[in-house]
């Protein structure tokens, strides 16, 4: 009769695969009569695995939001750096300046043609698209 123990139960050691051998023989006899290889596992309790895998999940969905958040930030970077605003975004400002340009309806003495006279109201809304036009070239 025999007991084996293992004495250093420490987190470290969970998963560590041990053999013990063992060999059975009379007393009196050095010949052995047989003898078997066991292989144990240190495991862990169901508690601490539970504790442990709940760890492992926060700690991967933190990285996967982290891992994510820097890849969008690297993305709008990448496209700030590697082109400016688009030819349509330009367009569309310079439209918006010869709008506000062009003379208000009921202006008497103007050398542009009354067809060209803008409301106030479509002025207010130039100068609105115009903002967003310049936040966006700005990226704001």
């Known amino acids: 009769y025999s007991v084996v123990r293992h004495r250093d139960v420490r987190a470290c050691h969970y998963g560590v695969i041990d053999k013990f051998r063992l060999q059975i023989s009379e007393q009196s006899q050095r010949k052995a009569l ?13 508690k601490e ?16 939001e982290s891992v994510f958040f820097d890849q969008t930030s690297f993305q709008s970077e990448a496209r700030s750096a590697s082109s400016g605003p688009s030819s349509l975004t330009v367009f569309l400002g310079i439209m918006c300046i010869v709008a506000l340009m062009l003379p208000t309806l009921g202006e008497a003495e103007s ?11 479509q002025k207010l809304v130039a100068a609105y698209v115009l903002g967003l036009v310049t936040m966006v070239i700005l990226r704001i």
Do not use: D, F
Request: glycine share 2%.
């Open 34 to 46: 047989g003898r078997k290889e066991v292989i144990a596992t240190l495991l862990s309790s169901a």
């Open 111 to 121: 050398i542009v043609p009354v067809s060209l006279h803008l409301s106030v109201n």
């Open 49 to 64: 695995q539970q504790q442990k895998e709940e760890e492992e999940k926060r700690l991967k969905e933190h990285l996967t």
